[in-house]
């Protein structure tokens, strides 16, 4: 019996919907980690609690987001001195940041503005960097 012409052949196999959906979250998985590596340095799968059916950026914004991975926690003093000093010297988006969020002056630390800080920077980044080469895979 010739087989060349039955499906059991791999060369004949036509992938289903569930096996392309399949390969584009892995996709879309590998290329967040790839780029959140070269923009942020770090990998962001380990945050999502969704890895199958992936078809919108902000369903994965809204999962990293609820499973922490945008939380960024400056301690120490001097490390947040330094990060201040580099990333906002004159306070005026940390302290934009902290009022968006309800904070007053008198619970205003250089740690809690470099966290915040930072947190955001690592928001944006991801929409700025990451989320335009995803919405690529989206699209295709």
Known sequence: MNRDNTTLNPINHTPSD???QIQR??????LLDTLADKYIGDTPSEYLSIKED???INDIFDDLQTNGYFNEEVI??????????????????????????????KNLNSELLA???????KENTFFEDIAPELENLFNN
């Open 18 to 20: 569930e096996d392309l």
């Open 25 to 30: 979250d892995e996709k879309i998985i590998d």
């Open 54 to 56: 992936l078809t919108d």
């Open 76 to 105: 120490y003093y001097s490390t947040a001195i330094r990060y201040l000093k580099d990333n906002d010297p004159s306070l005026t988006e940390s302290l934009e940041i902290a009022t968006e969020y309800g904070y007053e002056a």
């Open 115 to 121: 966290t915040l800080h930072a947190s955001q920077k």
